[in-house]
């Protein structure tokens, strides 16, 4: 299979530019969890003006693919700033984080009626939240007999109700909100293989690393997760459920964590962590 030119736009503010004319590198984790995305930029050689604008809570988005084939992984604000001066080279190291502004700052102080549901005061905390709402597929949609008070942060709140009350996954993936099944991922289907990018090495071993979900009270369960390269893939998210075909892994996987990883003249792969889905 042909893979194309890598490419890259990094949009700063208002000023857009590409991985053809300013050099900078990029490294985006991504977890299926609660917890905000972020994403580490490095660029050289701004100029000097636009160093000065770039601030905590100014806009970044990072496309990132081949040429004809690119897409958005990262969708945020910047949350930290450094510009280092070395030789003759300006570095600037920018922090960002999605949803900084909605996670930081949206609060609520409000009681629902008796016999409110669980989805009712989800949709309506969405609201205040301020982000798409992409996928809203609750486990379970509770009943408050005598109501509910929320107050404090709007995250908090979302968190509790929506991981605690209704057992399900609060995600934020670039931007949008993703409310489902823990226990289950979204079937993209897409297809790993080594004629689709997956990458020999190390990787492709038997090797596992092994994370611990408690099932019962009573007893931990270990599932064991399989980590793997593959040329970088702006297609992989987490929460997705993916097919893969190689020497040691066959069949689906739920994409639980990972990395896109780019430079230009460097690494460019995306490292996914799965487990059997």
């Keep these: 299979m042909m893979f194309w030119k890598r490419s890259a736009t990094l949009q700063i503010g208002s000023r857009r530019y590409d991985m053809s004319n300013l050099y900078f590198e990029f490294d985006v984790p991504f977890k299926d969890s609660d917890t905000l ?100 597929e609750l486990v379970e949609d509770k009943t408050y007999p005598r109501g509910r008070v929320c107050k404090g942060k709007v995250k908090d709140v979302l968190k509790e109700i929506i991981t605690l009350d209704c057992k399900s996954r609060f995600l934020i993936r670039n931007g949008t909100v993703i409310i489902s099944d823990p226990a289950a991922g979204q079937d993209m289907g897409y297809e790993l293989s080594a004629s689709t990018g997956l990458l020999r090495a190390d990787t492709e071993t038997s090797d596992t690393e092994t994370t611990t979900n408690q099932t019962t009270q009573s007893k931990e369960e270990k599932t064991p997760t399989y980590t793997r390269r593959c040329l970088l893939n702006y297609h992989l998210n987490p929460a997705d459920v993916i097919t893969i075909k190689s020497q040691t892994l066959n069949g689906k996987y739920l994409l639980v964590a990972g990395s896109h990883k780019g430079k230009p003249d460097g690494d460019w792969v995306t490292e996914i962590e799965v487990k059997p889905a």
């Design 37 to 136: 995305g972020t994403a580490s930029i490095t660029v050289h050689n701004l100029a000097e003006a636009t160093r000065k604008e770039i601030v905590k809570g100014t806009p970044v988005i990072l496309n990132a693919g081949y040429e004809g084939d690119i897409g958005v992984i990262f969708t945020g604000k910047v949350s930290r700033v450094v510009d280092e001066h070395s030789d003759t080279e300006w570095i600037t190291k920018i922090t960002g984080v999605e949803a900084l502004e909605e996670w930081l700052s949206s609060e609520v102080n409000k009681t629902y009626a008796e016999n409110s549901t669980s989805s009712a005061i989800i949709n309506d905390l969405l609201t205040m939240f301020g982000l798409e709402v992409g996928t809203m």
